[in-house]
């Protein structure tokens, strides 16, 4: 039990050190939140100062056309909502953004979808 209190308040430090130190810097900028479950990715552009979503999605959207709910979970559909998410924001007016991960680490999906959403055009 110890091991599992010792990760969670990991995971709280990692989420305050992020949100706080970077995030609050530039209140221009908007956030792009990415959440990750055992099953779909998440996410999502707020405007810091009023706190409303502008732009949301996840990899259960139809316009990814990702096929069945096995590649919802993979690199691969990582990349495509980086991509799709970038599409929206530039279209929406927004460029320049801040990568709240949620206190995860910088691997994997993670990695993948931020790397993806670089390259369609969102500056981090």
Wanted: hydrophobic share 35%; aromatic share 8%; no cysteine.
């Amino acid at each position: 039990m110890n091991r599992l209190k010792q990760k969670y308040e990991r995971l709280e430090r990692r989420k305050k050190r992020v949100k706080f130190s970077t995030i609050s810097k530039d209140p221009e900028r908007k956030r792009l939140i990415i959440l990750k479950t055992n099953r779909y990715l998440y996410a999502q552009i707020v405007d810091n100062q009023t706190g409303k979503t502008l732009i949301s999605v996840g990899t259960f959207s139809k316009e990814l056309g990702l096929p069945d709910a096995e590649n919802k979970k993979n690199l691969d559909a990582a990349k495509k909502l980086g991509q799709y998410i970038a599409k929206l924001a530039l279209e929406k007016g927004i460029n320049k953004v801040y990568l709240d991960r949620r206190g995860k680490k910088y691997t994997g999906r993670i990695a993948a979808f931020a790397d993806a959403a670089r390259e369609a055009g969102l500056q981090f």
